[in-house]
């Protein structure tokens, strides 16, 4: 690549997982990338490889200042930000009913309020230039929701609603945004990166109950899909003059949608006398 055709990313969460696949293969094609870690050191392993194109920032992503004064250094070191990546999250999985606010409401500051900070912070810039791709990173419980992640599906639906919005909001502008929806990747979002508790409520114990229980020790390190080839299909879809609005990753996501969208077109038809029957009636000369 050129100077001219470096592009500077940003993407949050990248200390490990989706976010680090991201991270190198922007790197790997030439851009320049900064990246929010946990650490509070703020160092990361790509540091040494990458010590001119590369910065790592710690951030609590629920800190609003923290998030502008990341911004403003990123674009002071590589002037404006092309790519916006949005991959800072964590998913709670638990019985709707059993579940506090103090289990839902963190994970709603994270997964979905810092995500909507993030891009505030970064509009201004992207408008100035008419340029700029915002990558948001919803999941396939973001699409269908999903029983025993009723607020991690709840947080993920509100990031698709924000986002659809702000595309059409952005879009005369020349900002692009991009809601992904992965399926199940070989991560840690089924170990360290997920907070699960074992159900009380009798009734459930069957049901929700055996598959939290179960969800953890069978799913982690099995799913059928591959973090190292995130990354590229994210570069891929950046270098895309008309990028989607939604893409899922992975078959298991796709086949998820599907199954929704038919499910949806067949209540719809069956009730459609119902749902016609709200109109005014026509008036009569």
């Known amino acids: 690549m050129t100077q001219q055709e470096q592009r500077t990313w940003l993407i949050t969460g990248a200390d490990k997982g989706l976010g680090l696949s991201t991270a190198r293969t922007a790197l790997e094609q030439g851009d320049r990338v900064a990246v929010t870690v946990l650490a509070a050191d703020g160092q990361h392993p790509l540091a040494a490889d990458y010590p001119d194109r590369f910065l790592a920032f710690h951030l609590d992503a629920r800190s609003q200042e923290g998030i502008a004064e990341v911004i403003a250094q990123v674009e002071r070191a590589f002037g404006g930000i092309d790519v916006l990546v949005n991959n800072a999250g964590y998913g709670v999985m638990s019985v709707a009913e059993e579940t506090p606010p103090d289990r839902y409401r963190p994970m709603f500051e994270v997964n979905f309020f810092s995500l909507t900070e993030m891009c505030r912070a970064v509009l ?3 408008r100035k230039r008419r340029k700029g791709h915002i990558i948001n990173l919803s999941s396939v419980a973001g699409f269908a929701g999903s029983d025993g992640f009723a607020y991690y599906s709840a947080a993920k639906f509100a990031v698709e609603g924000y986002s659809e919005a ?3 909001e952005v879009g005369p502008l020349g900002i692009r945004v ?3 929806e992965p399926g199940a990747f070989r991560s840690d979002f089924a170990g360290p990166s997920l907070a699960s508790e ?3 409520i009798e009734d459930y114990r069957a049901t929700i109950g055996k598959r939290i229980q179960g969800y953890v020790t069978e799913r982690h390190g ?3 899909n591959d973090p190292a080839r995130f990354g590229p299909a994210i570069w891929r879809i950046s270098t895309e003059a008309e990028p989607p609005i939604r893409l899922q990753l992975g ?5 998820i949608v599907r199954r929704k969208v038919a499910q949806v077109l067949a209540d719809q038809d069956r009730w459609q006398e119902v749902t016609r029957s709200t109109a005014f009636e026509p008036e009569r000369a």
């Open 124 to 126: 201004p810039g992207m």
């Open 166 to 168: 702000l595309a059409k």
């Open 178 to 180: 991009t809601i992904i």
């Open 198 to 200: 074992l159900c009380a």
């Open 222 to 224: 099995n799913q059928p």
């Open 251 to 255: 078959a298991d996501c796709a086949a």
